[in-house]
């Protein structure tokens, strides 16, 4: 047993869990300060976390000094620091909008009460999952932030929204529970939750395949993967605008950073290799429906909620290239190209939610007609919308074409059509709905704005917009960070950047 | 002085800066939007002339931007650049004069005007293109800067055509995506190169670069509006006619026939093309598309409908030009690659010239029109009798060129081709002129506005005067260092 040992990262979840309970306690008094500082000592805690993982490279922590197979470790490498820096920059972002988008109503301020500490929890819960590297971790803050996102879905108080709100519970349950059950059975089987000793010990065969079942059903239905995303439309749709885009933009990659992180090396080849296939094959089709359904969406939050199923779809199309017998440059590129799309549709997504919420704000209605017009009067928002429309897309400059770029290549290489068919098709299908919006808000309308809209929300949206752009244009930083202790057998892509 | 190595880049700049800088200023601050743009304008034209100069003498400008491990994106200025470059800056410098006057007071010029910079810079950027995925890059924000400006009445009318041109364009671009993706599976990442890259990797892979070649030639194709991907262009028309004048002329289809010259000659090479007898399937499709344009124009009343028409057969010049293996043929392709843009242009501010002084549309209205505008009509009587191929205006050189190169590449029937479209185009342009000068008006035209001398604002006709002067120009300056013609010479002197 070693001593107390903290590393910056503790930071990132220590500082959201301290700035949701002095906000519990001090409810609205003072609460621009705690929120800043809780934003700053975040950041810093991230840049600091970046600093050490970029002098020492991947890099593990017990906490509270006890190491596997009983206590907290935490293993810091390139790809946590990623899906770290995206949580912290979209959090960053909604926590600012959220400052001014609940306002002085009673209603709003009763929500604020309640947002401010489910969203630093959840905010907090989600950093721990990420950097966990346990199974029952993982169980862990997956049902902490399950259960935060259930409470901030019903805050709106509609009826729809308690509906969205119970049923992803139901869902979020059944799904734990599943989860649960294979971990259980792991243990039985190797007698650990760690990764690395449950990957040495454990051999091929019914138990195993029934563990991995499990364990990857569970995580399906958490991340809202097709045919079990029937849940996350009305869920997100329903939710105040600010936790629609913490919940698509993060929420849901929860489900797949545990999934990827499984899928590469842990389990026997024997086993996975169906269920990677399978994954593939759900990633594919959520595509195609969901982009499907987002055309024939009326209410523009729905647009942009099926628009995440298919979305999410896309990260899943990946695991079929870490087969056993791909070669490692493909699936290296098709790793590396699951993790970009994690962040690219991240930022483009809350970016376009958070828009949404201005858009919605400002015509006191969510139908896609009430956009008639708006862009002339919300030119910011509407760049916004345009901007992360282009990264969803898959379009260059925006971010989202360098994963599908890396998967299409990959694919080429394996000599796989499919996958580039529905790729390609999955984009101009994204055309198909975004442009439903923006031609609405071109329109020649004359509309009167019920709430001129505070400019601070209008510049949260945009931020992150631009953000989505300039991640497009600097892959090469990117994918040498995803570099740093990527998993053995996924590193040949990265190699080869300088 | 700002280094070789930054001058592509800041070339794109003075637009992108521009659009940037006019999207945060207010909608009504008038004076000070004209003047960045007039600013960005000259000043890019002004680079691109330095670039010229630069690249005559032999200068080297290159940008090298990483992109993704082994992909850089690379900008960078050669003979082709310069062609498409000049000509653009030309244009977009008289088509801002031309929008400034033409929007007077309409709404929604901040978008505009934004939109319509952020358009020229991806048009620089896919001239500037050094390897096919920076090309493909612009040609996508080409296609999306220039949505806006098509939509941009916000019509029912104007978001079906918009849907269309969407429908079309990234249909074309998914083609190309596709081509793209698969010659760098086969010839891994490679910047354009004179006389092409591909080399003996073609025999290697033969079949599959030959469907290659046809997904990205039939991709670019629909931007250029080969048929039968044409219907997007007439559809088009409910835009401004600043924006008819940049999608015809300057942007939109000259990307597309710049992207099927880069494929031919800096790609896949002119030579291996010719070996492998890939062009002759192109040679037809270019001869359909332009006699059938030429007839869809006959049965047009509306003007712009079918000046519209008309672009659809001429722009196929290029692609014939192209097709046809031979410098003579390669030459008239290039260089109407300009000469088209220049006449097309004149005539698109002289429509909108009568659309905005009188109201305008049908070529049936146009009884006598040309006593009431006589510099806007002369201006496209010489457009009219240069597309025509009246010597010694710029589409007789074109047509001289492709002539000679039909019979240097051994292909007679294609000189056919260009005598009947000749007639066609005559069929169509010449009883416009007829009505317009001959015809008696039904009633008198109303006075000019205010009192003015001048038949319409400085601001319209500066630009299709300093045009139609430039359709005589090209043809009768062809040796001159900075014709158009000599830098077809100079481009054919190195791709051969």
């Not at chain 1, 729809?160 to 734990?176: I, K």
């Not at chain 2, 290697?204 to 990205?216: G, P, Q, S």
Request: hydrophobic share 55%.
């Amino acid at each position: 047993m070693t001593g107390w040992t903290l590393g910056p990262e503790a930071g990132l979840v220590g500082f959201p869990a301290l700035g949701a309970v002095v906000l519990a306690i001090t409810a609205a008094r003072g609460r621009r300060l705690v929120v800043g500082l809780t934003l700053a000592a975040t950041l810093v805690a991230l840049v600091m976390t970046l600093t050490r993982l970029l002098s020492v490279g991947a890099y593990e922590q017990d906490i509270g000094g006890w190491g596997a197979p009983l206590g907290i470790g935490w293993r810091i490498d390139g790809f946590a620091v990623l899906m770290l820096g995206l949580s912290v920059a979209v959090g960053i972002a909604v926590s600012i909008y959220s400052l001014a988008y609940f306002g002085d109503e009673p209603g709003d301020r009763r929500r604020a009460l309640f947002f401010w500490p489910l969203w630093f929890f959840l905010w907090s819960a989600l950093h721990g999952l990420f950097l966990s590297r346990d199974l029952f971790n993982w169980y862990v803050t997956l049902e902490l932030s399950g259960l935060a996102a259930v409470a901030l879905i019903a805050l709106s108080g509609r009826a729809d929204a308690l509906t969205g709100s119970l049923r992803y519970l139901l869902l979020a349950l059944a799904a734990s529970l599943l989860y649960l059950l294979g971990v259980v059975v792991l243990y039985s089987a190797t007698g650990s939750l760690d990764l690395a000793q449950v990957a040495a010990r454990l051999t091929p065969g019914p138990v195993a395949l029934a563990a991995i079942l499990l364990i990857t059903a569970g995580l399906v239905v958490k991340s809202a993967l097709f045919p079990a995303h029937f849940w996350l439309p009305s869920a997100h749709a329903s939710a105040p605008s600010p936790v629609s885009a913490v919940l698509s933009a993060l929420v849901v990659k929860g489900g797949f950073y545990i999934l990827a992180r499984t899928m590469t090396g842990l389990w026997p080849a024997a086993v996975a290799d169906g269920v990677l296939l399978g994954l593939g094959w759900l990633g594919g089709a959520a595509v195609l429906w969901g982009s499907l359904l987002a055309i024939r969406q009326q209410h523009l939050k729905l647009v942009i909620a099926y628009s995440t199923v298919a979305q999410l779809g896309y990260l899943f199309m990946a695991f079929p290239f870490w087969m056993e017998g791909v070669g490692e440059q493909v699936a290296s590129r098709a790793w590396a190209g699951a993790a970009y799309q994690a962040v690219s549709h991240g930022l483009a997504k809350a970016a376009l939610f958070l828009a949404a919420g201005v858009l919605i704000h400002a015509r006191g209605r969510d139908d896609l007609d009430a956009l008639r017009g708006l862009g002339a009067h919300l030119p910011v928002t509407a760049t916004a919308m345009a901007l992360a429309g282009i990264s969803l897309m898959g379009i260059p400059p925006g971010a989202g074409f360098l994963p599908k770029w890396m998967m299409m290549t990959a694919a080429i290489q394996e000599g796989r059509i499919l996958p580039i068919v529905v790729l390609i098709t999955g984009g101009l299908l994204a055309v198909g709905y975004l442009f439903r919006i923006f031609r609405r808000l071109l329109a020649a309308d004359d509309v009167v704005l019920a709430h001129p809209p505070p400019r601070i929300l209008e510049l949260a949206a945009l931020g992150l917009a631009i953000l989505s752009i300039v991640t497009g244009l600097s892959s090469l930083p990117i994918l040498s960070l995803l570099r740093i202790g990527a998993p053995e057998g996924f590193a040949a892509y990265l190699e080869s950047v300088p | 002085m700002i280094p070789d190595t930054l001058i592509p880049l800041a070339v794109l700049l003075t637009s992108f800066i521009t659009g940037i800088a006019i999207l945060l200023l207010g909608e009504d601050r008038v004076r000070l939007r004209t003047a960045l743009n007039l600013t960005g304008a000259v000043l890019k034209l002004v680079l691109v002339m330095l670039m010229l100069w630069g690249v005559f003498q032999g200068h080297a400008y290159q940008t090298r931007i990483p992109f993704l491990p082994g992909m850089d994106l690379v900008l960078r200025a050669d003979g082709m650049t310069i062609l498409f470059a000049s000509l653009s800056a030309v244009l977009w410098l008289l088509t801002t004069i031309y929008a400034i006057g033409y929007l007077e007071g309409a709404p929604h010029r901040r978008r505009f005007f934004a939109y319509f910079s952020f358009c020229v810079t991806a048009t620089m950027g896919v001239s500037l293109a050094g390897n096919l995925v920076t090309f493909f890059l612009f040609y996508e924000v080409l296609t999306l800067t220039t949505y806006p400006l098509v939509v941009h009445r916000g019509t029912e009318k104007s978001m079906k055509a918009g849907a269309v041109y969407l429908a079309y364009t990234l249909g074309g671009s998914a083609l190309v995506l596709v081509g793209m993706l698969w010659l760098y599976a086969i010839a891994g990442p490679f910047d354009f190169t004179e006389t092409g890259v591909l080399g003996d990797l073609f025999a290697e892979n033969r079949i599959a670069l030959t469907v290659i070649f046809f997904l990205l030639m039939l991709g670019f194709g629909v931007k250029a509006a080969l048929f039968p991907f044409h219907a997007w262009l007439p559809a088009a028309m409910v835009a401004p006619a600043p924006v008819s004048a940049l999608l015809h002329a300057v942007a939109v289809v000259k990307a597309g026939a710049f992207g099927m010259v880069r494929v031919v000659y800096d790609v896949y090479g002119i030579t291996v093309c010719d070996e492998e007898a890939l062009l002759p399937a192109f040679m037809v499709l270019a001869a359909i598309t332009i006699l059938y344009g030429s007839l869809r124009a006959l049965a047009q009343d509306d003007f712009k409908k079918r000046l519209a028409f008309s672009t659809v057969s001429q722009v196929s010049y290029i692609l014939l030009g192209i097709a046809m293996f031979g410098p003579m043929g390669t030459i008239g392709g290039l260089v109407h690659l300009v000469h088209q843009g220049i006449m097309k242009i004149t005539m698109f501010f002289c429509a909108g010239n009568v659309a905005e002084t009188l109201h305008l549309h049908k070529i049936s209205e146009l009884k006598g029109v040309g006593r009431r505008l006589p510099l806007t009509m002369g201006a496209f009587t010489v457009a009219a009798l240069g597309m025509i191929g009246v010597p010694p205006l710029a589409g007789f050189i074109s047509k001289w060129h492709l002539g000679l190169g039909a019979i240097e590449s051994g292909h007679p029937w294609i000189l056919a081709v260009l005598v009947a479209s000749s007639l066609l185009n005559a069929a169509y342009f010449l009883p416009i002129l007829r009505t317009v000068w001959f015809d008696q008006p039904d009633s008198p035209w109303p006075a000019p506005e205010g009192g003015r001398r001048l038949e319409a604002s400085w601001w319209l006709l500066v630009p299709p005067l300093a045009t139609a002067v430039l359709t005589i120009l090209v043809g009768l300056l062809g040796g001159s260092v900075i014709s158009p013609i000599h830098w077809a010479y100079l481009i054919v002197g190195r791709e051969y």
